[in-house]
């Protein structure tokens, strides 16, 4: 057909598979994705698009998958530089010992830049599309999310101790508001008010973190419920499990993503669903860290929507979503002795549907629907090692890898296509680790 009776777009997407997520389980065979200015547009069989839409930018995937943006629901992006500096160490003495004394010394705006674009380049190129952080200096990791080209939301962290970047509590909020409004007009991203723990933050600042987010409408996004001393410490300083000092604070509601929820009684769990509460679950920081393994499964059955994170790389050691999938599927198995819990596809919506819920960009981002942003992995599936293949989702979960990710787009936009990215060079890349790698590793254990 002459192309002058088509319809002109941006790009066309044809892909042998296509996992919507929403629906759940549902896998279209032989479908094209239509997408003008960065948003999805149509949806439908690849044979019928040909006959409706011409495109100088069309990408033939004719053995991948074509699946939503993973979102990354709780890191550390800038620790990608403390990648392995202190492992086999639980959680206070990794902090207390080695990262909190590096960080006195190391983080400044060059460290918190580097870092980020290093663990950028690590998520795109494992199909990770969107990330939700906690850091110092967030106004050097949206420069790094700006030159990848990749959608973050930032959080503007709180604690009550002194570091190079801000001097009390008051400070930080201070530094993170203007920060916040920095970026206020960046399609790319959003921000969440971050105090960093129930043992880091008093009752005073988490108050004001409340007052805060209602008056500017951001989340609350913080660590709790994460180890066994961090509620032994909190019922011995404050007579109250932090989940209850939560609750008496206000901090319960539907814009809080509490990561972790490791140890939780029945009515906590209660309580996180009554309140619509998120959960960010990161099931390989938990373990390495000997933190325990969260009741994911129970949550989930009290109706509380969870999503998947990474953590920081020097907790984890990777920002690989891949891996989180397939280790909470099967913790969630194991641990309940019930081999249906957590299926491939509500796995599968964790890392996205699920995860952009609790940013408040489900509207935008999470699922292959029209009039979304066109934020979309392709994930191979013809390596031998991978096949047979009977059922894409549940391959996804179980059998590939990030090795597997062949393409990479946010907002339509290709940022990292078979070893390559847009907007980031091997050689930025390697000046990074060479630069800091030698002022880390006299805080390697």
């Known amino acids: 057909m002459n192309s002058t009776h088509l319809i002109n777009v941006d790009t066309i997407i044809e892909a042998r598979w296509l996992c919507p997520v929403n629906p759940q389980d549902i896998v279209l065979e032989n479908q094209s994705v239509v997408i003008q200015a960065g948003k999805i547009t149509d949806i439908c069989a690849t044979e019928l698009a040909r006959t409706k839409y011409f495109s100088n930018e069309v990408v033939q995937l004719n053995h991948q998958v074509l699946i939503p943006g993973l979102i990354n629901l709780h890191t550390h992006a800038a620790m990608s530089l403390m990648r392995g500096l202190a492992d086999d160490l639980p959680l206070m003495p990794w902090l207390q010992q080695h990262i909190w004394p590096a960080e006195q010394k190391l983080v400044s705006p060059s460290f918190v830049r580097d870092g980020t674009l290093l663990a950028c380049a690590e998520m795109l190129s494992g199909g990770i599309t969107c990330f939700n952080d906690m850091y110092f200096y967030p106004e050097s990791a949206a420069a790094a999310v700006n030159q990848a080209g990749m959608r973050a939301n930032l959080g503007l962290v709180v604690i009550e101790f002194p570091s190079a970047y801000a001097n009390d509590a008051d400070d930080y909020l201070q530094k993170g508001f203007a920060a916040h409004d920095s970026w206020r007009n960046n399609p790319l991203i959003t921000s969440s008010i971050a105090p960093h723990a129930p043992y880091t933050v008093s009752n ?51 814009n809080l993503i509490a990561t972790h929820c490791v140890h939780l009684l029945k ?134 890898g990030r090795e597997h990710v062949t393409h990479t787009w946010v907002a339509g936009e290709l940022r990292y296509s078979l070893g390559a990215f847009a907007n980031i060079e091997p050689n930025e890349l390697k000046e990074i680790m060479s630069t800091w790698q030698p002022k880390l590793r006299q805080y390697k254990r």
């Not at 108050?207 to 805060?212: F, G, L, P």
């Not at 984890?316 to 397939?326: G, K, P, S, V, Y």
């Open 204 to 254: 005073k600042t988490f108050e004001s973190v409340v007052t805060y987010a209602e008056q500017l409408g951001l989340s609350v996004h913080t660590h709790l419920h994460e180890t066994l001393d961090e509620i032994s410490q909190s019922e011995a300083t404050y007579g109250v499990r932090p989940m209850q000092r939560f609750n008496d604070l206000g901090l319960l509601g539907p």
């Open 267 to 400: 009515h906590e769990i209660d309580l996180l669903a009554e309140h619509g509460c998120y959960v960010a679950h990161c099931p390989t920081s938990n373990l390495k860290l000997a933190s325990g393994i969260a009741p994911v499964a129970q949550l989930l059955a009290q109706g509380v929507t969870v999503g998947l994170g990474t953590d920081g790389a020097a907790s984890n050691n990777r920002l690989d979503l891949f891996a989180e999938m397939r280790l909470s599927a099967l913790l969630a198995k194991g641990s309940t002795g019930d081999a249906a819990a957590l299926p491939a596809h509500q796995v599968l919506a964790m890392a996205t549907i699920h995860a952009a819920q609790a940013l408040g960009l489900d509207e935008k981002i999470g699922s292959i629907e029209i009039g979304k942003f066109a934020d979309l992995t392709a994930v191979n599936l013809s390596d031998f090692n991978v096949n047979p293949c009977y059922d894409p989702i549940s391959h996804l979960i179980y059998v590939c």
